[in-house]
């Protein structure tokens, strides 16, 4: 049997429940890592679940300064990172929170770029005889 229009709108309001919950949760941990000195202005992406079969996601909008994260910047993404809801575009490393979310089981992902970029940067000076400085990472 068919859906009715009420039943469908229904689950929508649900969904967009649930995307504004989970952007709220993934928003403060934004921050919080920036507080840290994890991430920098726009570096770095975080991401949540909002169902497994389809596979959707809500992720940062691309761009956006994670200092000052908040929910009305995430999209919600299906598997092939297309924008399902919000505006914007998801970053190139959305591929990656899909994979990490689907090969591995994620529930949520976070890809701090601050910290990756420091580590390469410390081996690749350690590589070379180089002194690497310490970091907050």
């Known amino acids: 049997m068919p859906k009715s229009r009420s039943t469908h709108r229904s689950e929508k309001r649900l969904g967009a429940n649930a995307f504004r919950k989970l952007a709220s949760g993934l928003a403060e941990a934004g921050r919080a890592f920036y507080a840290r000195g994890w991430v920098l202005g726009t570096s770095g992406n975080f991401s949540g679940v909002m169902a497994r079969e389809p596979l959707r996601l ?60 420091q580590f390469f940067r410390r081996r690749s000076q350690r590589a070379a005889g180089l002194p690497s400085q310490a970091t907050k990472c």
């Not at 956006?64 to 929910?71: A, Q």
């Not at 993404?77 to 919000?86: C, K, N, P």
């Not at 914007?88 to 890809?111: D, I, K, M, Y």
């Open 58 to 117: 809500a992720i940062t909008a691309s761009g956006v300064d994670k200092g000052t994260l908040t929910p009305r910047q995430f999209l919600e993404i299906d598997h092939t990172a297309q924008v399902l809801r919000g505006s914007g575009s998801p970053s190139a490393e959305a591929l990656l929170h899909l994979t990490l979310a689907r090969v591995r089981g994620a529930g949520a992902v976070c890809t701090p770029i601050r910290c990756g970029a």
